[in-house]
């Protein structure tokens, strides 16, 4: 499959949404997102503890949590009114700014 855009994806998210759960309010992107986290966290120890499946299946499973906490992440900056892709991109724009390296104690920021 192609690259998706954050963009893209949170408004295909609205579209999906609104026909599926029109409903949808700004908690359930937020507890949908800690959920996905959960089952991230759930997956890497099982993995740990080497039980409940085989590395691979932890793996699989880690990566599709991730992929759904962005997609519920699009949810919340829908509901926070904010353009998931700008938002991205902006902070991440600072971030890169930062150099541990360099400034230890405050990132040289």
């Not at 039980?51 to 919340?76: K, N, Q």
Request: charged share 25%; aromatic share 6%; proline share 2%.
């Amino acid at each position: 499959m192609e690259e998706l855009q954050l963009t893209t994806l949170q408004n295909e998210r609205n579209d999906w949404i609104a026909h599926n759960f029109p409903g949808d309010m700004l908690e359930d992107s937020i507890m949908g997102a800690v959920e996905e986290l959960g089952e991230l966290a759930h997956h890497w120890l099982k993995m740990k503890q080497g039980i409940r499946g085989t590395e691979e299946e932890h793996i699989d499973g880690m990566l599709d949590s991730v992929a759904d906490c962005v997609i519920f992440l699009a949810g919340v900056c829908s509901h926070l009114g904010a353009d998931y892709g700008v938002l991205v991109a902006d902070t991440w724009g600072k971030v890169m700014l930062r150099d541990w390296q360099a400034d230890p104690q405050r990132g040289g920021t």
